[in-house]
């Protein structure tokens, strides 16, 4: 006798379109994983050194020789919660170029492999004018895996 499969109930919701891990449509990005939420009141911020470059991220030659980091660069002081926007919007204070309104930054995180050379590793990408509908917005340092001590490398594409 073959297996019968049940129908769903009647009042159920339609399953929809296939879902990855995190339980978003795929090619979608997905809800922030539990990340916890910090409490800035009560948490101290850590330093984060950013170096902004316009129509290219910086080479890993760049940053090969501990204190001659490129010129260009901004601290900011701000917690593992902050999102991309949230950096978005401090760079376009200090960089003209990023506060054009086609303009695209690119986010990378430097840090040194465990073998001790630097890496580049591009986390995300942002426009100047907010959007509900871009998901790189949304994304947190944490979530998407900063380290403290890692250096953040913003592109400036117009």
């Given at each position: ?38 409490d ?54 200090v ?12 986010f ?18 942002t ?10 917005d ?21």
């Amino acid at each position: 006798m073959a297996a019968q499969v049940a129908a769903p109930p009647p009042d159920s919701q339609p399953r929809g379109p296939p879902r990855n891990v995190m339980g978003a449509p795929r090619g979608q990005p997905g809800p922030p994983r539990n990340i916890p939420v910090v409490d800035r009141e009560k948490t101290c911020p850590l330093l984060l050194r950013v170096f902004t470059k316009n129509g290219g991220h910086h080479t890993v030659e760049d940053f090969s020789v501990r204190g001659k980091e490129p010129k260009d660069e901004v601290q900011i002081y701000t917690w593992r919660d902050a999102t991309l926007r949230e950096l978005t919007d401090l760079v376009k204070e200090v960089a003209p170029a990023a506060r054009k309104r086609d303009a695209r930054l690119s986010f990378a995180f430097v840090y040194p492999d465990r073998h001790g050379r630097n890496v580049i590793r591009t986390v995300g990408m942002t426009h100047s004018t907010p959007s509900a509908r871009r998901g790189d917005d949304f994304r947190s340092l944490a979530e998407l895996q900063f380290q403290t001590g890692d250096f953040l490398d913003v592109a400036i594409f117009n």
